[in-house]
């Protein structure tokens, strides 16, 4: 089973910013959260990750909460080619550990 | 980051045959995977294509049905055996970098159609 819960959808007007949530109530100490996003016919797109603090790089920034068990996404401003289904992910640091996937939110970018 | 290709990228199959698919990637990675994404659902992972040695199966997946082979660093197949409508799925590989552990890369993706 997957250890995050996220909206099925939500929408946001293009300019605006994109804040999509997720919880990871079981997440346990070595555990990262992992954000990926998948436009329609694409494989999915790596964002972001982070383990405790927060973290931004060009895409996008991700806020975790102290108690680590939710987490926001950040999408500063949005745009038509941000519509996509976004996968909050929790998994293990370890090498061997394996990125399984959620249902996902889907985003919609509206003009 | 990894950059992924797979052929083919699309194809139309008969019931009962077999399909090879082939995932080549531009430099070294450490591990290989191969998932399948269903019409109108999210991913699923099939298997982890090991170097040299058999690949390791998640649940309700066998080696009968998807045997993968791995012959070296930067290369994978995955075989989608005696294939019936249920098979139609995108399939997805995605490797982890070697130098780059924490961040998984996925490839575009092969189209099948089974009918």
Not at chain 1, 3 to 11: E, I, L, N, V
Not at chain 1, 41 to 65: D, F, R, V, W
Not at chain 2, 43 to 58: C, H, K, P, R, V
Request: hydrophobic share 30%; net charge neutral.
């Amino acid at each position: 089973d997957a250890k995050t819960t996220q909206p099925t959808s939500m929408d946001c007007a293009e300019g605006r910013a994109a804040n999509l949530p997720c919880n990871h109530s079981t997440i346990s100490g070595n555990e990262y959260v992992y954000w990926y996003r998948q436009i329609h016919s694409q494989g999915p797109q790596y964002i972001i990750h982070g383990l405790k603090n927060n973290e931004t790089n060009e895409m996008a920034s991700l806020i975790i909460t102290e108690d680590r068990k939710s987490s926001t996404l950040i999408l500063p401003h949005a745009t038509l080619r941000d519509t996509a289904v976004y996968y909050c992910i929790v998994r293990d640091g370890g090498a061997t550990n394996k990125l399984i996937f959620g249902t996902g939110t889907l985003l919609a970018v509206q003009p | 980051s990894a950059v992924i290709s797979q052929k083919p990228s699309r194809d139309i199959c008969q019931r009962g045959t077999s399909l090879t698919i082939q995932c080549q990637v531009d430099s070294q990675v450490t591990m290989m995977f191969w998932y399948r994404q269903q019409p109108g659902q999210s991913l699923t992972l099939i298997a982890t294509a090991n170097q040299g040695s058999e690949a390791t199966y998640e649940s309700g997946f066998v080696i009968d049905k998807f045997p993968i082979s791995r012959p070296n660093l930067t290369f994978s197949t995955l075989t989608v055996s005696n294939m019936s409508p249920e098979d139609s799925s995108i399939y997805l590989c995605s490797v982890r970098h070697l130098l780059n552990r924490e961040t998984q890369y996925f490839g575009p993706g092969t189209r099948l159609l089974v009918l």
